[in-house]
């Protein structure tokens, strides 16, 4: 890291408490930093709005030719930034590198719907030109998530920088290096000073970002509770630009599959991948009762059982990593005990691996007898078993949440798909794809708990610029009728 904070020109210490940040496996201390002060990040946002009239005026070919820029030094930083995201969150390094060239991908396709979404119109009515123009929010906060701390901040910060606006972003607490190596990384590929500030921080940093008066719009992506907050934070500002992108508990349906191991394969991805530490990851598996169903439950968890779960480094390569915390393992730990508790039957037990506090094995909890069944999002790798007794009951038991991130259904009757993409309360709804599958080409967002409405992803273009209508003449004259009642006679 150059420095704890980057503010205009310079990469400076933070003035409040001290901060480690660790690899989550092997509790290896990868930096020491200060947080920001509330003084530095006042700071940040007034270098982020000095710099926005320059950067706004600069014309949209060169700010894009600055990303594309920064998309190659991501590029050419491919290897060290993988081992970079690997080693701070936790997540084996193939999975990494996968992130690595989202983040260079966005780019290419941020400009592209920004052509699409936001082209500059024109029409000829009477006497004028109707024209809409496009301006950017101005000077936004980007609030970044652990799970994928490259990738999605980049979905905010890219966007937002090709329709004007400059950044004050703050990195997920957990992982501090990853957020200053994207911003040397974009002041390498030329961005001016101001243009993207760099604070770090827990809760109390945010809260202050969110406050600051130069703020015109907050983009965050996390937890239900911290939306609330920031929500919260704005509600004496209406006209304060909000994108929540929160988190899901998002059911996948299996039912009529022929294919036994494509449903166990693409069930292992939805629940499964980076540790359960994904918003789009399948919370509740919903399956049909019967023999079709018998055969598949117990598929399932005989190829949950052979997953490699492993440290980042490990050689073969695992598929489940630590979680990002010790805390993180044992809060999941604790969840599926509660399941149990409240009638849950084990099917694979999820239990802590011994090389690591936060290594956890992935498990499976029947929790078809529990009534009751709480609304929550466990961020690990549990996944819950709910037998249905047919499809109706599944869409019933898709649509038993307060949130609507992602939700899946693998079958093979597309009929049975067009009536689950209608019914079922989500954002995204993928048929024969796992829950976690999202296109950048796309908008990426949910219902309820899971957002509000501003859709990221390809509409994230949407929520980074305002629409100008103007109409325009080139000669000023008197109107050809004016109304009655004037008692204007031109001469």
């Known amino acids: 890291m150059r420095g704890d904070l980057r503010i205009g020109d310079r990469w400076l210490a933070g003035e409040g408490p001290e901060r480690v940040s660790s690899d989550p496996g092997t509790g290896e201390t990868l930096h020491v930093l200060r947080d920001a002060s509330e003084a530095q990040v006042e700071a940040a946002v007034a270098s982020a709005r000095a710099a926005l009239p320059a950067w706004s005026a600069t014309r949209l070919e060169e700010r894009a030719a600055a990303l594309e820029r920064y998309a190659d030094a991501v590029r050419a930083d491919r290897a060290g930034?993988?081992?970079?995201?690997?080693?701070?969150?936790?997540?084996?390094?193939?999975?990494?590198?996968?992130?690595?060239?989202?983040?260079?991908?966005?780019?290419?396709?941020?400009i592209e719907m920004h052509a699409r979404r936001r082209p500059e119109e024109e029409a000829e009515i009477a006497g004028a030109t109707a024209r809409t123009h496009y301006r950017p929010i101005g000077v936004l906060a980007v609030l970044g998530p652990f799970n994928l701390p490259a990738h999605l901040p980049n979905g905010h910060i890219v966007p937002a920088l090709l329709a004007g606006n400059t950044v004050v972003f703050k990195p997920s607490e957990l992982t501090p290096g990853i957020g200053a190596r994207m911003v040397a990384l974009l002041e390498d590929a030329g961005v001016p000073p101001g243009v993207v500030d760099l604070v770090q921080g827990g809760r109390g940093v945010g809260a202050a970002l969110v406050g600051a008066g130069g703020i015109d719009g907050v983009l965050f992506t996390g937890s239900y509770a911290g939306g609330r907050a920031i929500a919260r934070a704005l509600a004496d500002r209406p006209e304060t630009q909000l994108a929540l992108e929160m988190g899901g508990n998002n059911p996948l349906v299996v039912h009529g599959v022929g294919d036994l191991d494509a449903a166990v394969a693409l069930t292992l991805l939805s629940a499964f991948i980076t540790a359960g530490q994904r918003c789009t990851c399948a919370r509740r598996l919903i399956v049909a009762d019967g023999a079709a169903g018998?055969?598949?439950v117990a598929r399932l968890a005989g190829a949950i059982g052979h997953l490699r779960v492993g440290l980042q480094r490990d050689e073969p390569e695992c598929f489940v990593g630590p979680l990002i915390s010790d805390a993180a393992a044992t809060a999941v730990l604790e969840a599926e005990r509660a399941l149990v508790a409240c009638g849950g039957r084990r099917l694979v037990e999820l239990r802590p691996d011994p090389r690591s506090p936060a290594l956890v094995r992935p498990g499976l909890v029947d929790v078809t007898a529990i009534a009751e069944r709480h609304d929550e999002e466990h961020f690990g790798p549990l996944l819950q078993l709910v037998r249905v007794a047919d499809f109706d009951a599944a869409i019933d038991e898709a649509n038993r949440t307060r949130y609507g991130l992602a939700a899946a259904l693998l079958a093979d009757d597309r009929a049975l798909f067009e009536r689950f993409r209608r019914d079922v309360r989500a954002g995204v709804i993928n048929w024969n794809r796992p829950t976690t599958g999202a296109s950048g080409r796309l908008p990426f967002g949910g219902l309820g708990r899971s957002g509000n409405h501003r859709p990221a992803g390809a509409w994230a273009v949407d929520y980074c610029s305002d629409p100008v209508a103007s109409l325009e003449a080139p000669l000023l004259e008197v109107p050809a009728a004016l109304p009655p009642g004037t008692g204007f006679d031109p001469a």
């Open 81 to 110: 930034l993988a081992d970079a995201i690997s080693r701070e969150t936790g997540k084996p390094r193939w999975e990494a590198l996968t992130e690595v060239d989202a983040m260079v991908a966005k780019v290419a396709t941020s």
């Open 294 to 296: 018998d055969r598949f």
